[in-house]
């Protein structure tokens, strides 16, 4: 049955009874922070994704700037991304104090683009961080064949890709076994597994995961855990600067009942996406999301182009007076008041753009894709009659106000 006047949220997060009575575990065993559930979330998250190690932290952000300092990225080195993705992505090489040179996207996926990398490489260039954006993989096969000739590590921005598949060596494997160095997910609500907020780092390298431990709680020699346990008196040191990054075992404790959750999930917004893209097939010049046949995307978005002509903002207010939420396509962290000239490259030279403000002819496909996609409804309990509204609401808004350009 479908309520006409019902407003249609962007996403809406699977929450009920179950993850209320975990959270009800260790509040009342009075062991809040870092402890027993941390460890028993990153034993599962691991085996779920078929990594080695899995280290919770605070969110992805945390997890990112970590694994930039696990590669080794220092003061003025140089980071390959994309700018087309959520502004934490470069702000993380920015909290190293390092250099975000960005490289095109492929304007069929919306993700990096290979063939723009070996251009910008240069002697300070450090690593590569690729994002696999709104869930869809990125081209991992060919990234690390240009890491592998540069000996450059990989690290993915694997925020909203949790349950995401790629076809590697004739196998399909999960995202975040991971295919490059290290793999950070976030647990932020918007995407497919919460815990509010929280993040993870995965790796097969057992000494950059111990590292990771240590940063992710102050630099501490000794976990709490073990001191809290030990019948013996321990005086830890702090060997190394850290910070606070840790997860709480409420969040935990949370994530594992989330995680038994995550095949159905991913299932039904597998469905609920080809269900669109199939009615998508009848609006004449809307590009429904491209697939590559190495691919299998968990759809943490459905991130769609509009035809050319249409203006955006004029589509996006249409479905919201016809009660359905839309997003702006990916930004692009480059067009924004906090990346300045001098912050970030295109490859021109460190640091320099010789473009207009928020215009850059190296980024355009960057560019065009955040002016030209939106983002439709996706969440677990959407039904098919909210579905069809949202259609509709896209067929009027493309038909009528956004073609007012
Ligand atoms: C959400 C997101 C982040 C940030 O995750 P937090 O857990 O909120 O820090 C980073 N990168 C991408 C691509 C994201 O979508």
């Given at each position: 049955m479908s309520d006409p006047d019902r407003f249609i949220p962007i996403i809406r997060p699977v929450l009920d009874e179950r993850e209320a009575d975990a959270a009800r575990r260790p509040i009342l065993t009075g062991w809040v922070t870092q402890g027993p559930e941390v460890a028993a979330f990153e034993r599962e998250f691991a085996e779920w994704v078929g990594a080695r190690h899995a280290c919770a932290v605070s969110n992805c952000t945390a997890a990112l700037h970590l694994a930039l300092l696990a590669v080794g990225v220092k003061s003025a080195d140089e980071v390959i991304t994309v700018s087309h993705s959520y502004v934490a992505t470069a702000n993380s090489i920015r909290y190293c104090g390092a250099i975000p040179v960005f490289v095109d996207i492929d304007p069929d996926t919306s993700n990096m683009d290979p063939t723009r990398i070996e251009s910008v490489i240069t002697e300070r260039t450090r690593a590569i961080l690729c994002v696999h954006q709104v869930g869809m993989p990125c081209d991992l096969a060919r990234i690390s064949k240009i890491a592998e000739r540069h000996n450059l590590p990989i690290v993915e921005d694997a925020a909203c890709a949790i349950g995401s598949e790629i076809l590697w060596r004739d196998q399909w494997e999960k995202i975040g076994r991971p295919h490059g160095t290290l793999a950070c997910f976030s647990f932020h609500p918007r995407k497919l597994l919460t815990t509010g907020d929280g993040g993870m780092l995965t790796t097969s390298d057992a000494e950059v995961d111990s590292r990771l431990r240590m940063w992710r709680q102050?630099?501490?020699?000794?976990?709490d855990t073990v001191r809290h346990e030990s019948r013996q008196v321990i005086f830890e040191t702090y060997p190394m600067l850290g910070y606070n990054y840790r997860m709480t075992d409420i969040q935990a404790a949370v994530g594992r009942e989330q995680l038994k959750r995550l095949p159905e999930i991913i299932q039904r917004r597998r469905d609920l996406a080809a269900r669109y893209k199939q009615q998508l097939s009848e609006i004449p010049g809307v590009t429904p999301p491209q697939e590559p046949d190495w691919a299998r995307s968990n759809f943490q978005s459905y991130c769609l182009r509009l035809p050319a002509e249409c203006d955006q903002r004029a589509v996006m207010q249409s479905m919201l007076d016809a009660g359905v939420a839309t997003r702006r396509g990916v930004m692009c962290a480059h067009r924004e008041p906090a990346y300045a000239a001098g912050v970030w490259s295109c490859g021109v030279a460190p640091g320099v753009c010789d473009c207009p403000p928020g215009q850059c002819v190296r980024l355009s496909e960057s560019e065009c894709a955040q002016d030209q996609t939106i983002l439709l409804p996706l969440f677990h309990t959407m039904t098919e009659a909210d579905q069809d509204r949202v259609v509709s609401a896209l067929r009027d808004g493309v038909s009528g106000g956004g073609r007012s350009r």
């Open positions: 102050h630099g501490m020699s000794v976990p």
